[in-house]
């Protein structure tokens, strides 16, 4: 059926309304000449609601006849509060600097909705309904503590040496797995005020600098680690909850290492040149694992596996042109990143969302690798979709067609480049970023860009090299509606190259 706009705007209602809150405490107070206490603190308050009518008059947007009404409101409130003691020498030959610390943060998130269906003329509140009632909410709370400490040493402007050591607590896991810490030292050498370096009138800046420390990720979400039940059901007359999530009483904080070194190189006064190398190994991950139907769970998180992120970084930056009138200047930037599981012995992880997206972890792959059925093209005999089976055959049938590993969103090169032009008060810039070697799942495309009849969505532009089948020998890209079938489904086909610039 089709929509007429106008009626069903005249017979429906979408509002939302919100608002919200920050407040920001800072204190500092000088204790002596060379300590000093800092207390930053916020609070942060949004709500917000959601209303969503249908008369029964509402076209094919009235719920079958009926009419719809749904309310939703929700309402989130944080703080975090950060209190240091910094100190600082300052010497002639030597420096020192530094801080410890304590930090402390919290969030609640309330929600609830209620719709129904079956709306009298005139009324567009949920309790008037008379079927169809739904009920929902999901409060969630979610804490975090830390113990922060720096200390920072400069010997003659020329050595300088940083090292860092926090512990954090989150709730976000069972009490014996909530504490992590996260070490980190750094060290650099300007070589540039050396004085067999000083007298080479070309280096304007030459360092040498490396690190090593520890990072961690937390942020899947409250209660993953926690046995969970939903009140959806009713025995003998009696609310009845349902399992709805395993629990996993050993999952904890997914952790980085990070190995880093660099030069920086400056020349004339006008060219900075910064080479940087990396490699960081992340274990424990943190993934949804799908788990087999019989065990009556969908998924669990789970700590699997380690990752290796290794690559290099180039930046260049350079002012061409310097005069008081005339200046030009150029940067550039490139990064190559290469990345690889292991530790998975030999099981393959499957991760899939709530609409059936795949992707696949396992000895040798790229992190969040896309796993989907391979999509062939349109049969140029009957119009219809083809997909290559299990055999490298093609099919017709997509409940025949075989999973392959088709890319990542991670890309191998990323970086941009820029260029700022000013003649006296005039000023023009520019600047790009790019990236290259990685694949999207390109979920808007899949709804308005499939090809089933009864779709409301099929609202995109067709691209140059679109050809819709008409007759059989046409080799085309987009089939006939009538042979769309599982058009829409997940496969490589919504699978795009996400290069750009």
């Known amino acids: 059926d089709k929509i007429n706009p106008i009626q069903a705007a005249e017979n429906s209602e979408l509002s ?51 009419g719809y009404v749904s309310s939703q409101s929700s309402f989130n409130y944080s703080g975090i509060t950060t209190d240091l003691l910094k100190f600082n020498f300052e010497g002639t030959s030597h420096s020192f600097s ?4 304590f930090e402390a943060q919290g969030g609640n998130d309330d929600y609830i909705s209620g719709s129904g269906m079956g709306i009298p003329e005139g009324l567009r509140v949920p309790s008037v309904a008379s079927g169809q009632y739904l009920i929902s909410g999901s409060p969630t709370k979610s804490v975090m503590q830390s113990f922060i400490s720096q200390v920072n040493y400069n010997y003659l402007g020329k050595y300088f040496l940083s090292a860092s050591y926090r512990i954090d607590q989150s709730s976000q896991f069972a009490p014996n797995k909530r504490t992590a810490k ?29 690190s090593w420390g520890k990072t961690g990720m937390k942020d899947i979400g409250p209660y993953r680690f926690m046995e969970m039940f939903s009140f959806s059901s009713q025995y003998d007359g009696q609310p009845a909850a349902v399992p709805t999530q395993m629990a996993n009483p050993d999952l904890t904080w997914e952790q980085t290492d990070q ?7 400056g020349l004339f006064k006008r060219i900075d040149i910064e080479l940087d190398f990396y490699r960081n190994m992340t274990k424990d991950l943190l993934v949804e694992r799908a788990l087999p139907p019989s065990g009556g769970f969908r998924t669990q998180w789970q700590n699997i596996g380690k990752d290796v992120n290794s690559g ?55 992190l969040y690798s896309w796993y989907a059925k391979e999509y062939y093209g349109i049969d140029p005999a009957a119009g219809s979709m083809l997909w290559v089976g299990k055999d490298g055959k093609t099919t017709h049938e997509y409940q025949d067609a075989r999973y392959i590993e088709y890319g990542t969103p991670m890309p191998k090169f990323q970086g941009g480049f820029a260029t700022a032009f000013r003649y006296k008060a005039f000023l023009l810039r520019s600047n790009f970023s790019y990236l290259s070697g990685n694949k999207i799942f390109n979920y808007f495309r899949r709804y308005v860009d499939h090809d089933l009849q009864e779709t409301q969505f099929n609202v995109m532009m067709p691209r140059d090299d679109y050809k819709l089948w008409q007759k059989p020998g046409d080799n085309a890209t987009k089939p006939l509606p009538q042979n769309a079938r599982n058009s829409f489904d997940p496969s490589t086909r919504f699978i795009d190259d996400g290069s750009c610039l």
């Open 182 to 210: 996260f070490p980190s030292v750094s060290a650099a050498w300007l070589i540039s005020n050396e004085d067999f370096v000083k007298n080479i009138s070309a280096v304007s800046n030459l360092k040498l600098k490396a």
């Open 312 to 366: 290099v970084e180039l930046s260049l930056t350079a002012a061409v042109i310097k005069t008081s009138d005339l200046e030009w200047s150029v940067d550039f930037s490139v990064g190559y990143n290469k990345n690889k599981l292991s530790g998975f012995g030999n099981d393959t992880i499957l991760t899939s969302n709530y609409y059936g997206v795949t992707q696949v972890y396992h000895n040798g792959s790229s």
């Open 16 to 66: 939302n309304k919100s608002f919200s809150f920050d407040y920001d405490i800072d204190l500092s107070v000088n204790i002596l000449k060379w300590l000093t206490f800092s207390s930053s603190n916020r609070l942060s308050g949004y709500s917000n609601m959601d209303y969503t009518y249908y008369s029964k008059n509402a076209d094919n947007l009235s719920y079958f006849g009926t």
């Open 259 to 265: 190995l880093n070194a660099g030069l920086e190189l």
């Open 98 to 101: 530094g801080l410890i610390g």
